[in-house]
């Protein structure tokens, strides 16, 4: 035997080398010797408090700790900062992403008259790339190699944060450590108390999975997955119960420039201001409550149960105003496209290039899209009662029985429906000759 070098690529070496980069699921997630420091997308909530500590011992890494402010309703974030630091990260920053999130992901999303499965206007799906991004802006700028979370294998937000991550920066690791750490509810609170982590509520707390922002709130498992229970009270915290809401309905005239909500009652406000008056107004009408079963990306489907005021009021006076403005061919058109803006958003995939495309289309059909709405709120309904616009395609004239101007005449009418039913009168006749049909 001659001592020639072996080829590395025959078969009895492939065979012979353990490759640990066989085995890598994908190509971003961080092997352990990688992770030096963990930029951490924190809540405040149990997981990623119990992540915050766990990342350490487990990972032997520095922890820098990020909380996104989207307008979750009554969140505390110098609480959340503290807590975090008292846990050992090295620091916490909080970053108020509100108005970025209203005008550049919300306001798409209303001109889009976003809803998935008919029902769900987003909000979780939409902040998302946004706290991706950020993640990616901090780790960056704090010397960060990982980028952890604390969503769940089971759901859509893993494919929507670590899609956008690694579709912005390939160079960041991900661990998710909520994938493998195979903790239940109940051991990490046997953690978090052999950790001095605080648990808020304890062992009492409803077991809901809760996510929020000035979009909408959600709530799901525990009781919420079992399919013949109706929702219990204790789920709810934003929208009154429609059977509790004023016996008087409320007149709520909301305001367009080009797609985009200015004023409510002709106040002008921000835009993030104006989510959270329509969210506090509705609420308190019992407006925007969503029964939903859903189609997850990852193929489950699951129950939410969605308390969605500002989305309801906003979306319904904004898709009224679009049928008073828009021709009857955008009208049948748009939806086709919303259904898919909708699917893209929630998908996790904000930055494929249709979704910007369609993102365009939507701004071209706003440009027209200025008026009020007047919508009547009563018992959990919001109603369009009046309707007003510069651009408004309607004229009681025309569509009334007075003497037409020269846009229309009634006595073409015969004349159109002739050429109208052409091709289907002489369809009908051809399938049915010889049957008969007197
Ligand atoms: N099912 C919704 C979605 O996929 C809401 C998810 C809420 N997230 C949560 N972590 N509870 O967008």
């Known amino acids: 035997m001659t001592d020639e070098p072996r080829d590395p690529k025959s078969h009895t070496e492939v065979h012979r080398v353990a490759d640990p980069e066989a085995t890598r699921v994908a190509g971003y997630l961080a092997q352990p010797d990688e992770v030096g420091r963990v930029l951490l997308l924190y809540s405040g909530g149990l997981d990623t408090s119990v992540m915050l500590k766990w990342i350490q011992e487990q990972y032997e890494a520095e922890v820098v700790a990020l909380t996104v402010n989207l307008g979750q309703p009554g969140e505390d974030f110098e609480v959340v900062r503290g807590k975090a630091m008292d846990l050992g990260a090295l620091d916490c920053f909080v970053e108020d992403a509100r108005e970025e999130f209203a005008r550049d992901y919300v306001l798409p999303a209303i001109k889009a008259n976003a809803l998935y499965g008919g029902g769900y206007p987003l909000f979780t799906a939409l902040g998302r790339p946004l706290i991706a991004r950020l993640a990616v802006e901090h780790a960056h700028r704090a010397g960060c190699d990982t980028i952890a979370h604390g969503c769940t294998g089971k759901g859509n937000d893993q494919v929507r944060i670590e899609g956008t991550v690694a579709t912005l920066a390939p ?17 990490e609170i046997a953690y978090a108390r052999e950790h001095g982590i605080p648990v808020k509520g304890g062992t009492e707390a409803p077991p809901y999975s809760i996510d929020d922002n000035i979009w909408g709130r959600s709530s799901e498992g525990g009781p919420i997955e079992d399919l013949q229970e109706p929702p219990r009270d204790d789920v709810f915290e934003l929208v009154s ?161 007075g003497e037409s101007g020269g846009l229309f005449s009634q006595a073409a009418s015969p004349g159109f429906i002739e050429l109208w039913t052409l091709q289907s009168r002489m369809a009908f006749g051809v399938r049915n000759r010889g049957k008969g049909t007197g």
């Open 241 to 401: 119960r429609p059977e509790d809401a004023p016996d008087q309905a409320e007149h709520l005239d909301v305001e367009f420039e080009r797609g985009c909500p200015v004023a409510l009652n002709g106040e002008r406000l921000g835009l993030v201001d104006l989510l959270e008056r329509a969210a506090e107004i509705g609420s308190r009408h019992g407006v925007g409550i969503v029964d939903h079963l859903e189609d997850r990306i990852v193929g489950l489907k699951v129950r939410d149960l969605y308390e969605v005021p500002a989305a309801e009021i906003i979306l319904t006076a904004h898709k009224e105003l679009e049928k008073l403005v828009g021709t009857i061919h955008q009208n049948n058109f748009k939806p086709a496209l919303e259904n898919q803006w909708a699917f893209l958003a929630y998908a996790g995939l904000w930055h494929e290039p249709l979704r910007e495309d369609l993102s365009a289309f939507m701004d071209a059909v706003n440009e027209h899209v200025t008026g009020t709405i007047t919508l009547r709120l009563y018992k959990g309904r919001a109603t369009p009662v009046r309707r007003s616009s510069p651009f408004a395609l309607y004229d009681p004239e025309l569509a009334g029985f």
């Open 171 to 187: 160079d960041l690791g991900i661990i998710a450590p909520v994938r493998e750490w195979q903790m239940g509810r109940e051991e």
